[in-house]
């Protein structure tokens, strides 16, 4: 059983996963609270789906970008829980969580999450020769800075206000493409699927290499130069989920 | 009971075991030298390196007791008062290793477990001592100075507290670190201002005590800013006299703490006054207390006055031990004693 637990962002996600099926999730608008709220949501689900912390075996968390403090908080507790049973522990990039559902979309995909200061983190993916894979490194950057890299039609999911739409739709036109509100939110069901993958493909890294995305944030220029500092291969397949 | 305990508050990174609340079988403590070039505590960095070491602290901690996680009854971290970002990296990171280990977690107050340092005694070779230390009487005055904090406090019984004071500025310790910016010793300001007073005249220059009449609270903002007029002054006749000004701010500050804490103790039917937090290591505040006061007068050793997790360790035994009062379990910035 996997444990998936992201605190990225005002937005937290856990959830419950067997290697095939997602069996329970909790997400949820924490604001700054994240911090107290993680665990009761963790027993929650626990409770709901009567598993014993025991069947747990492996944990993944969302290293960002988003909150530096949000982000501590899911990578402490499963460092704390890796310690404290053992389960293996695996990092996933919070990008690569909220572009992973549009996968099957065929779309040009770019999750969006703010960086304060009407800066955005974004990146861009893509399905080619049916791999799905991360096709820019790690945009720190505002919206205009961002859709001068965009020349085709795009999909963008993510933490999207109204203003951040309208915002996109007069700089892209009908290039611009949106998700609908409740598949853009990141759920910790898919950082689940992507955590177990990993798992399976690599062995145990040391528990202080997962660490936070801390990219820094520059206050205007954008920074296309700044690759993503783990996982390192922009090249690597994310996986595709399986066609029926 | 055998105690697994985390302190992440501040810019120390704490992890012990800690037995009955008193022995200590292990207590690592990674301090960050990061923050001696910014001259003080950087929130961001401090987090994390916090969340950068705890895992091998942690690991580190089991090893040196000799204990594995199956030998561990309890898991404890502090929640609270001190910075935010840090706080939730240990208890995180506690709550984690105590819901997967199957063992209850337990949130302390940081400043009980200052008052808790004073329980502590080390095991050395592995044996504990024939004749350990007897316990503090309780009730107690207990003062907590830190570059925190600054509380008076009356102990009535195991976590039973009631706050007579605390600074209405600075805390003592800020105080300590912005003289000794001033005067050009470096950081943390405790040890190197009194490592300095010592070749000092503390008669060398008269400085203020502000006299908050008929109350237990400090101040420390006018002794600081009269150090900083002072030392102006001095400064444009010719070379700073270091080791005077820091005797003299050194005896001001201490004059101001030890006169509430002995006031404080003769007001209350008290048996002990405990000392804890950094600035507790100071030599010249406790002769000033002791020299004031009636009563015995404890004070934990300097590695145990700084943040550390067996203190953290000592007051989670004391928090099971009385369950019928509050734990604190959510994390806040600025939680008091009650
Ligand atoms: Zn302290």
Request: proline fraction near 7%.
């Amino acid at each position: 059983m996997l444990l998936a637990l992201d605190t990225s962002t005002s937005w937290a996600s856990v959830a419950l996963f067997d290697g095939r099926d997602v069996l329970a999730e909790e997400t949820w608008q924490a604001q700054r609270r994240q911090g107290d709220e993680l665990f009761p949501a963790i027993e929650r689900i626990l409770v709901n789906t009567r598993t014993a912390f025991s069947a747990v075996t492996r944990v993944a968390v969302a290293t960002g970008p988003g909150s530096f403090t949000g982000l501590r908080v899911a990578i402490a507790a499963g460092q704390g829980i890796a310690r404290g049973s053992g389960a293996a522990l695996v990092g996933v990039s919070t990008l690569d969580v909220l572009a992973y559902p549009h996968a099957l979309s065929k779309q040009r995909t770019c999750p969006l999450l703010p960086a304060g200061r009407d800066i955005y983190y974004a990146a861009f993916y893509q399905e080619r020769n049916r791999r799905w894979l991360r096709r820019s490194p790690l945009m720190v950057a505002t919206l205009p800075e961002i859709c001068r890299q965009i020349g085709t039609h795009t999909l963008f999911v993510g933490e999207i206000g109204p203003e951040t739409e309208s915002t996109l739709r007069d700089l892209l036109g009908p290039k611009a493409l949106f998700a609908p509100p409740a598949s853009r939110m990141r759920r910790a069901g898919y950082l689940a699927e992507l955590g177990w993958k990993e798992l399976e493909t690599r062995t145990q890294v040391k528990m202080s290499e997962i660490e936070p995305l801390y990219v820094r944030q520059p206050s205007i220029r954008v920074s296309f130069d700044q690759t993503f500092a783990a996982p390192p291969a922009d090249e690597r397949a994310l996986g595709l989920p399986k066609r029926s | 009971m055998r105690i697994l305990a985390i302190e992440t508050s501040c810019d120390e990174t704490g992890v012990a075991v800690v037995e009955d609340g008193r022995r200590i079988r292990a207590n690592v403590v990674a301090s960050q030298l990061v923050h001696q070039d910014t001259g003080g505590i950087v929130p961001e960095v401090a987090a994390r390196e916090h969340l950068r070491a705890i895992d091998a602290l942690t690991e580190q901690a089991l090893r040196d007791a000799g204990r594995g996680l199956k030998e561990i009854d309890a898991v404890a971290a502090t929640v609270g008062p001190g910075l935010i970002g840090c706080l939730l990296v240990g208890a995180n990171y506690a709550r984690g290793l105590a819901l997967a280990a199957g063992l209850p977690f337990v949130g302390v107050n940081h400043l009980e477990g200052h008052v808790y340092a004073n329980w502590l005694y080390e095991v050395a070779g592995g044996e504990p001592p024939a004749d350990p230390p007897p316990e503090p009487q309780i009730p107690a005055v207990v003062l907590i100075v830190s570059g925190a904090h600054s509380d008076l406090v009356l102990m009535e019984g195991h976590r039973r507290f009631r706050p007579l004071g605390r600074t209405i500025d600075d805390a003592a310790g800020e105080a300590f670190d912005k003289v000794a910016r001033l005067l050009g010793l470096g950081f943390p300001g405790g040890p190197l201002v009194e490592r300095a007073a010592k070749d000092g005249d503390p008669n060398a220059f008269p400085l203020p005590r502000a006299v908050l009449a008929d109350r237990y609270d400090f101040s420390f903002s006018g002794l600081k800013t009269a150090v900083l007029r002072r030392v102006r002054e001095l400064e444009a006749k010719g070379p700073v006299p270091v080791a005077d000004v820091a005797a003299s701010f050194q005896k001001a500050i201490t004059e101001i703490l030890a006169e509430k804490t002995a006031r404080a103790a003769a007001e209350h039917a008290v048996e002990t006054v405990l000392l804890g937090g950094g600035v507790a290591a100071n030599l010249a505040l406790r002769a000033e207390i002791a020299k004031r006061i009636g009563h015995p007068l404890r004070v934990p050793p300097p590695r145990l006055c700084t943040d550390n997790g067996a203190m953290i360790g000592a007051a989670a035994f004391f928090v099971l031990r009385h369950r019928g009062t509050e734990m604190p379990v959510a994390v806040r910035s600025d939680m008091k004693l009650a």
